[in-house]
C-alpha cells in the first residue's frame, strides 16, 4: 500500500521525509536504514545532520546498507556512492563507519561481491526502513527496465537515460561509469518500511507509473504497490500526472 504526502516543495519534501526517518530512529534507536544516494535525499540528509548536531537524533547504534554503487570509481572519486554517503551523512553524524555497508565497487570479481553484498543484507536480521529516490525511467536503486525483476544485488548495464541523467556529475558523458552494483527488488521490497522521495516535473511520468500503473518490470518502481508499508513524500510537480 502506498501512502502519498504531498509537498509544496523540495524543501518541505525534505523535512516530511526527516520526520520519517527520524522517527523511526528515535524509536528504535538500533535501526537498519537502507540507503539511498542521488540528489533527491540530500534535503532530508542535511536536514537529519541539522537534527544530529542539535542532539535531537543519535546515530550511535544506527547500522546501515546502501542500495547500490558504480563499477570502477575508487572510493576516493567525488562521484562514487562512498563518497557520496560520507560528505552527505555518514562523517556529519555519530554512526559508526564499521556499521556502514555499501556494495564495494572497485571489486575484482562482480558475481562474488553481489553474492557477499546480499549475505551482508541477510546478516543486517531486516532493513527496517529502505529509503529510495526513482529514475525517470521509474528505476529504483539501479533496477532498470527490464523483462523481469531482479531478485538480489546484482551488476547491472546502465540505461542509456540513467547515464543521460547522470552525466550532470561527471566531466563529460562518456565519464558516466556504464555498470552498477545493485541491491535486487526482492532485497529491496524485504524491507519492513519504505520512504521513497520525489522532486521535480522530471519524475511525475514515473510516479504515475509507479502510483497508477500496471505492475510490471518494465517499470521497476510500480513492485512498491504489493508493498505493505510504503510512504511516497512528493512535491506537487512531481505529483502532477496523478
Ligand atoms: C541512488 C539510486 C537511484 C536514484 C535515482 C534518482 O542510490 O539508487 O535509484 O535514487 O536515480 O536519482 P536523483 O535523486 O539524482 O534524481
Known amino acids: 500500500m502506498i501512502t502519498i504526502i504531498r509537498t509544496k516543495n523540495y524543501d518541505e519534501m525534505s523535512r516530511r521525509a526527516a520526520n520519517i526517518m527520524a522517527a523511526q530512529i528515535t ?5 537498519v536504514l537502507g540507503l539511498a ?3 533527491t535525499p540530500v534535503g532530508m540528509y542535511q536536514e537529519l545532520i541539522r537534527r544530529c548536531e542539535a542532539g535531537d537524533l543519535d546515530f550511535s547504534r544506527v547500522r546501515s546498507v546502501n542500495l547500490d554503487e558504480y563499477v570502477g570509481l575508487e572510493r576516493t572519486h567525488d562521484q562514487s556512492y562512498y563518497y557520496f554517503m560520507n560528505n552527505n551523512l555518514f562523517k556529519h553524524v555519530n554512526i559508526d563507519p564499521a556499521q556502514t555497508f555499501l556494495p564495494d565497487g572497485t571489486c575484482k570479481d562482480t558475481e562474488a561481491e553481489c553474492r557477499r553484498y546480499h549475505d551482508v543484507i541477510l546478516g543486517m536480521g531486516g532493513v527496517d526502513i529502505q529509503l529510495l529516490g526513482i529514475g525517470g525511467n521509474g528505476h529504483i ?11 538480489r544485488t546484482h551488476c547491472v548495464q546502465l540505461a542509456e537515460s540513467t547515464i543521460k541523467a547522470n552525466a550532470r556529475f561527471f566531466a563529460s558523458e562518456s565519464d558516466v561509469p556504464r555498470f552498477a552494483l545493485s541491491m535486487g527488488i526482492g532485497e529491496i521490497m524485504a524491507a519492513k518500511k519504505i520512504l521513497i522521495l520525489a522532486s521535480g516535473k522530471a519524475k511525475a511520468e514515473a510516479v504515475k507509473g509507479m502510483v497508477a500503473g500496471p ?15 510504503v510512504t511516497l513524500v512528493a512535491d506537487e510537480e512531481a505529483l502532477s500526472l496523478l
Open 141 to 151: 536503486g539501479f533496477n532498470e527496465p527490464a523483462e523481469a525483476f531482479a531478485a
Open 37 to 39: 544516494t542521488g540528489s
Open 27 to 31: 524509536l528504535k534507536n538500533d535501526s
Open 215 to 229: 505492475v510490471s518490470p518494465q517499470m521497476p518502481a510500480s513492485i512498491l504497490q504489493f508493498h505493505p508499508d
